[in-house]
């Protein structure tokens, strides 16, 4: 930019303003609406000091487009302003929330692309231009309002960690078909329409029933119960139960012993899979003993979540 220039524009930004900007892409300079009339960027220079033919050989090289720029659906700076009236109203609405929908702080825009067979480049775009941050890794430790799902011909989503935390958070958990409405409409649309209805595994009703109940300011879906993950997981699983288990509100047991006393409604998770032998360590399976616990497969915990609510243990018994 022009070194007295004080005005800063994001690139998308200025890219969306079409001609009222100029460019030196071989340079990385930019001239805002006010100073794009100056001769003074690197391009302009060498211009004057070409000949004249080389000099109308240069106009007619085509300006190296970005992703953006080539958008069909840029949006225009009428638009882009409208997007910036649109987002400026649902961040009053949401003022006073936080990411589970109760009361508290007001709540940073953030969207989440899961696995996903879409661009993620939509979802940058949407983010900038709605002022929130496109998160590529999540574990329920930030706060989040929208988690952006691939789905399949059946409208299902594929269920993953970030799906199910998105339920127990309370977010919106949308197709990305929102994200391309949004950038269609130059605005933030209502994310109802675009609501998961459920998972590819037969899970429905988890996103809209979990965004209600935060809505509502009910407590955690598993608040005051206790589990504890018993014996070995596959690789990278027992991580994910455990952040599952802590969104749910759930308290996890750091250690059983048949010393202690032990929660009352004390649940064991363990994974079926595993060919660990013997399953449990022997103080464990000494403890379940004396409490008479049978463990359960942690997909228990994976099918509650998904449909926002508690399924029947007998069906998930690990007879390991």
């Given at each position: 930019?022009?070194?007295?220039c ?14 009222e900007?100029?460019?030196?892409w071989?340079?990385y300079?930019?001239?805002c ?11 302009d ?5 070409t ?6 050989r ?25 997007f910036d ?13 936080d ?12 969207l ?9 480049e939509?979802?940058e ?5 709605s ?8 574990m ?15 409208n ?12 127990l958070r ?19 649309v ?7 209805r ?18 509502k ?35 996890l047991?750091?250690r059983?012993?048949?010393?202690r006393?032990?929660p ?10 595993s ?7 022997a103080?464990?399976?000494a403890?379940?003993r004396q ?6 497969s ?7 979540v ?10 998930y018994?690990d007879?390991g």
């Open positions: 930019m022009w070194h007295s004080r005005a800063s524009f994001h690139l998308p930004c200025a890219l969306a303003l079409g001609d900007c100029r460019f030196d071989g340079s300079v930019m001239l609406p006010d100073h794009a009339g100056l001769q003074c960027m690197p391009c220079s060498a211009l004057r000091t000949p004249a033919r080389k000099r109308r240069a106009s007619l090289t085509p300006i190296k487009r970005t992703p953006l720029q080539g958008r069909q659906n840029a949006p225009s700076a009428k638009r882009s302003r409208r009236q649109s987002c400026a109203k649902t961040a009053q609405k949401d003022s006073g929330r990411c589970n929908g109760g009361k508290g702080k007001a709540a940073s825009r953030q989440l692309m899961t696995d996903s067979k879409g661009s993620k939509d979802l775009a949407l983010a900038t231009q002022g929130a941050r496109a998160l590529a890794e999540w329920g430790d930030e706060e989040v309002t929208h988690v952006v799902c691939g789905v399949d011909d059946s299902k989503a594929t269920r993953t960690i970030k799906y199910l935390l998105g339920i309370g977010c919106w958990v949308v197709s990305e078909a929102w994200v391309t409405r949004c950038l269609e409409a130059g605005q933030l209502d994310e109802e329409p675009f609501e998961i459920g998972d590819s595994l037969g899970g429905a009703g988890g996103p809209k029933a979990g965004r209600l109940a935060a809505a300011g009910d407590p955690p879906f598993l608040n005051g119960k206790a589990i504890y993950i018993a014996g070995s997981f596959e690789p990278g699983v027992k991580d994910r139960i455990k952040a599952l288990a802590t969104a749910s509100g759930a308290d047991l750091a059983l012993s048949p010393a006393a032990l009352e409604g004390l649940l064991v998770l363990s994974d079926p899979a060919r660990a032998s013997p399953r449990f360590p103080h464990v399976s403890a379940m409490a008479g616990l049978k463990a359960l942690y997909k228990w915990l994976l099918a509650s998904s449909c926002y609510e508690l399924k029947p243990t007998a069906d018994v007879g």
